[in-house]
């Protein structure tokens, strides 16, 4: 979280400011018209980092290429697994939301990894739980065979494959 609040502070772009100081949904719609993906995915790290849900949820939307990339950009620019796991169940729910209604839905893979994958690598229960909620699923393997439940297991994150195993047909 300290990481993507450094990014909003120091030569932080007009987008990531009008994130940072919770400006309103038009303004930050204007300023995303015209920036680049790479600045839009730091703006999505800026506003999980500061809890401003309404415009997670915006900006996700923004991103066209489904769920994963919503994740995925809250993994990049400086924004690491502590500061996905400090974020706020509404937070956490905004992202999830703003997955579902790209293309793609929360399935949509990004780099070989879905959401749900992502998630249980990392040890999100939070986000685990608000995926498989948002109806991920959880049977989807990357191309080396790996499922969530497997990941999970793996990194040795246990409440998460609890709350795998929970799902009917694991």
Not at 59 to 68: P, S
């Given at each position: 979280v300290e990481a993507a609040k450094q990014l909003a502070a120091d030569g932080a772009t007009a987008l990531q400011r009008a994130v940072r100081d919770g400006a309103g949904g038009a303004e930050v719609a204007r300023l995303l018209d015209t920036a680049p993906p790479a600045e839009a995915d730091a703006a999505l790290v800026v506003a999980c980092a500061y809890h401003r849900d309404a415009l997670v949820q915006e900006?996700?939307?923004?991103?066209?290429?489904?769920?994963?990339r919503v994740w995925h950009a809250a993994w990049r620019r400086?924004?690491?697994?502590?500061?996905?796991?400090?974020?706020?169940?509404?937070?956490?729910?905004?992202?999830?939301?703003?997955?579902?209604?790209?293309?793609?839905?929360?399935?949509?893979?990004?780099?070989?990894?879905?959401?749900?994958?992502?998630?249980?690598?990392?040890?999100?229960?939070?986000?685990?739980?608000?995926?498989?909620?948002?109806?991920?699923?959880?049977?989807?393997?990357?191309?080396?065979?790996?499922?969530?439940?497997?990941?999970?297991a793996q990194m040795g994150h246990e409440a998460v494959v609890q709350v795998l195993l929970q799902v009917e047909g694991v």
């Open positions: 900006l996700g939307a923004k991103l066209t290429q489904g769920a994963a400086g924004a690491s697994n502590d500061a996905v796991h400090e974020m706020g169940p509404a937070t956490v729910a905004a992202l999830v939301g703003a997955a579902a209604a790209v293309p793609g839905g929360v399935d949509a893979c990004e780099a070989d990894w879905t959401a749900l994958q992502r998630a249980a690598h990392g040890g999100h229960g939070r986000a685990v739980g608000a995926l498989l909620g948002a109806g991920a699923d959880v049977h989807l393997a990357r191309s080396d065979g790996s499922t969530p439940l497997y990941l999970a």
